[in-house]
């Protein structure tokens, strides 16, 4: 029992495989990715002002009066990403704030993070803007219902 590989122990792999499936389902149905990079943008904006970084014994200080602006911008970024996975409705709202903050963070906070901040920040946001909900099963149903049937070459519906 101690040495078995572990997809042998019975009802193990149907556990993981029940959560990996849950949680494909819960990701599937929001912006999961745009919550992701957005959340991942905050990092490096409020990491970087308040790290000493020493390149070959020489002290880099990047602590300046970016590190209001900065703790400020990331702390904001990360609550959007987390508000795309909570609350998809707001999909928009958070993606313009999150381009605008991301943007604002440039000047402000030491090149947005290195640039990291930018790039992920840019990314989340453009794709929290365009994330759309998938149909329910109802509105395909509907739509494929109502739709008419024509063959190539004709104008109009088919007579059936």
């Known amino acids: 029992m101690i040495n078995e590989p572990f997809g042998t122990r019975p009802g193990l792999r149907d556990r993981f495989d029940g959560r990996r499936r849950r949680f494909r389902t819960w990701r599937g149905g929001r912006p999961f990715w745009a ?7 905050g990092a490096p904006i409020i990491y970087f002002p ?6 070959e014994g020489v002290p880099v200080a ?3 009066t970016a590190g209001a602006a900065s703790l400020i911008i990331g702390i904001l970024l990360m609550t959007l990403g987390i508000t795309l996975w909570f609350h998809q409705q707001v999909r928009v709202f958070a993606g313009v704030a999150g381009l605008l903050l991301t943007l604002v ?3 402000l906070a030491n090149f947005a993070g290195l640039f990291f901040g930018l790039f992920f920040g ?10 759309e909900p998938s149909p329910s099963g109802a509105e395909v149903e509907h739509t494929a219902a109502s739709a008419p ?6 104008e109009g519906p088919q007579a059936g």
Do not use: D, Q, R
């Not at 308040?50 to 390149?55: A, D, F, N, Q």
């Open 50 to 55: 308040y790290v000493h970084i020493t390149l």
């Open 105 to 107: 963070s440039f000047p």
């Open 35 to 41: 919550g992701l990079f957005m959340f991942s943008a």
């Open 62 to 64: 990047l602590s300046t």
């Open 149 to 154: 049937v024509t063959s190539p070459g004709s």
């Open 122 to 131: 840019l990314v989340g946001g453009s794709l929290a803007c365009a994330w």
